[in-house]
């Protein structure tokens, strides 16, 4: 049985009508650039965000440049963050000239360690980024009273985690409503896709909002006036019309999701060769991905494809290792969790049209490797 890592036809089978009705609208409109469409999926998501702003830009990569850019960092000024996670995250700091300060993650979760992030907090840390890894949220709780007493910025990357929750002080709080400010992505993989890079800027500091909105359009509100250098980062209007159609559907694939995962929970159980992902109890997890921790994982990947099931290694080399942050003087062993779960970890497919039956698939493959032990 073939069953691919995410099944993005089947999806647009599902909704493509409504999808290319809006598509349909804004080809009529010849209106591309920025208008209608992407002013009202700003006022939508910053409503999922429980934000007061939401500015539409070009990439998820953008959507966490921006903000950086917007903290006017100066040359030796660190922010903190994962060394576990894409590599935009970390090549943002840099591209704004900062210096990216590594800290490990926790082993069950595989978020950032919030004792580890009080530990790195020098006198040139001006901001901590946190990743809400593969859809389940960052500890805020923990981080963002080390931010304050320290006068610094908190950037949640939120890329993966559209619709995560977190309960604080026994209330829910959505992933981008916490922080200075949260990035979002809408690459066609992420449980909210669109056809093409799209990303979005949500926060509820009205300085900081004025201030990236300005950046995505060349420095300048008005046409041809420009207060400083920006970019060239906004939705397209065409993207932001694909989102419209699906965002009403994010609800519903969140928890088919969840129901995938819990699923394969049980069909895995008592393999002791593999983890399952585990939740924090304080959170409520989207499955971005569902990635567990295997033995002999490349030697796994390899018979689950060669038995036509996708999979994927987020990620295989973690960032203080990689050879463009060289420069930066970690080695390996210095964040011993990040390079065991590089070593060990692999998605499976969890997308929300993923059936039953392709699931029993994947886990009598796993089974299959591991000599066949069924679940207690």
């Not at 349909?24 to 934000?51: H, K, M, N, T």
């Not at 007061?52 to 917007?70: E, F, K, Q």
């Not at 829910?172 to 809408?186: I, K, Y």
Request: hydrophobic share 45%.
């Amino acid at each position: 049985m073939n069953v691919p890592l995410l099944d993005l036809k089947a999806q647009h089978a599902a909704i493509g009508a409504d999808v290319m009705e809006r598509v349909r609208a804004v080809v009529e409109s010849q209106a591309f650039i920025l208008g209608q469409p992407v002013q009202e999926l700003e006022e939508r998501i910053a409503e999922v965000s429980r934000a007061r702003h939401a500015i539409g830009v070009a990439s998820g990569t953008d959507a966490l440049l921006l903000p950086l850019r917007a903290l006017d960092l100066a040359p030796g000024d660190e922010v903190i963050t994962t060394p576990f996670t894409f590599f935009a995250t970390a090549g943002t700091i840099h591209n704004v000239g900062a210096r990216p300060v590594f800290v490990d993650v926790d082993p069950v979760t595989w978020n950032i360690d919030p004792e580890g992030v009080a530990a790195a907090i020098g006198s040139r840390t001006r901001a901590i980024m946190p990743v809400h890894l593969f859809g389940q949220m960052a500890p805020l709780e923990r981080l963002l009273p080390l931010a304050a007493t320290k006068g610094l910025a908190v950037i949640e990357d939120a890329c993966q985690a559209i619709g995560a929750r977190r309960k604080m002080e026994g209330t829910w709080r959505a992933a981008g409503e916490l922080g200075t400010v949260s990035s979002l992505s809408f690459f066609p993989t992420k449980n909210l896709g669109g056809w093409g890079d799209g990303g979005m800027i949500v926060t509820s500091d009205d300085r900081m909002h004025e201030r990236c909105r300005r950046l995505r359009t060349h420095g300048g509100i008005r046409t041809y006036h420009h207060d400083e250098v920006g970019f060239n980062s906004r939705l397209d209007a065409l993207q932001a019309a694909v989102l419209l159609a699906k965002l009403p559907h994010l609800p519903a694939w969140s928890a088919a999701r969840g129901r995938n995962a819990a699923r394969y929970d049980a069909l895995l159980a008592g393999l002791d060769a593999v983890r399952t992902p585990v939740t924090d109890p304080l959170n409520e997890h989207i499955f971005h991905q569902y990635v567990i921790e295997a033995d002999r994982r490349d030697a796994l990947q390899a018979h689950l494809t060669a038995r036509g099931i996708g999979t994927s290694i987020y990620y295989p080399v973690p960032l203080h290792l990689q050879p463009c942050f060289a420069y930066l003087g970690y080695r390996a062993g210095q964040f011993p969790v990040a390079e065991a779960a590089a070593r060990r970890v692999l998605a499976l497919p969890c997308y929300p049209e993923l059936t039953e039956a392709q699931q029993a698939c994947v886990a009598r493959c796993i089974r299959e490797f591991f000599g066949r032990q069924e679940p207690l």
